[in-house]
Structures are given as C-alpha cells and as structure tokens.
C-alpha cells in the first residue's frame, strides 16, 4: 500500500468533520421534533374546554414524557457523534482507522422505541 499523500489525508479529515456537522443536525432535528412535541402538549392543556368540546384530548403526560426523551435522544446523539469525531481524529492521525457501528446501533435503537412509542400512543389516543 501506497503511503497516503497530503491531499488524501486532508480529505479524511475533511470527510470526519462533514460526518460530525451531519450527526449535529440529526441531534438538532431530534432535539427540535421533541420541543414541538412537549409544547404542543402543553398547548392542548391550556385550551379551554369550549374548543375541545367535540374532541377529547388525551389526559395524559405520555407526550411531555416521549418529547423529554427526544430531547434527550438529541443531545445523546450530539455527544456521541462529538466523542466518535474526536476517535476517529486520533486513529486517523495513529494510521488506525477502525470502521465501528456501536454509535449508530445505539441511536438507531433509541429512535426505534422512542418511534415505536409514539406510534403506540398515537393509535391509543385515536381509538380513545
């Protein structure tokens, strides 16, 4: 194997930092679906009972609870991709690079059942 010229270094760090600017906007877009979801909850709560007369609005904190976990989903995933930014600088300046999954497999799992959840208390609420 050919050793690698400056341009070709350049680029993998380059290629790091797009990686890292993506999972910040994924941990942002997850942070901001979480916000909307606790204050539309909380916006629902705060209606009064005339406009809500034909319609029953779930009484429950279910949703103030997913929109929590989203937030935390989100600033989970802008901590991990900043830990796994700062990893793969130091393989990549050791000549070391290991390819890993463990990162995606986490936020993968978490979005999963925080998805699942909702789609769960969504089907509840309807058929309440």
């Known amino acids: 194997m050919s050793p690698k010229n400056d341009q070709e270094i350049m680029n993998e760090y380059l290629s790091n930092e ?11 877009g997850i942070m901001v679906f979480g916000f909307v979801a606790v204050k539309f909850s909380l916006f629902l709560k705060q209606l009064p009972a005339k406009y809500l007369a034909e319609t029953v609005a779930p009484n429950s904190n279910f949703t103030i609870y997913l929109g929590i976990g989203l ?4 600033a989970l995933t802008i901590l991990l991709s900043y830990l796994r930014y700062k990893k793969t600088v130091q393989l990549l300046q050791k000549g070391k690079y290991q390819y890993s999954t463990a990162m995606l497999t986490f936020i993968t799992m978490m979005l999963f059942v925080l998805s699942i959840s909702l789609i769960a208390y969504l089907i509840i609420a309807a058929s309440a």
């Open 18 to 28: 797009r990686t890292l600017l993506a999972w910040l906007r994924t941990g942002i």
């Open 71 to 74: 937030l935390i989903a989100g």
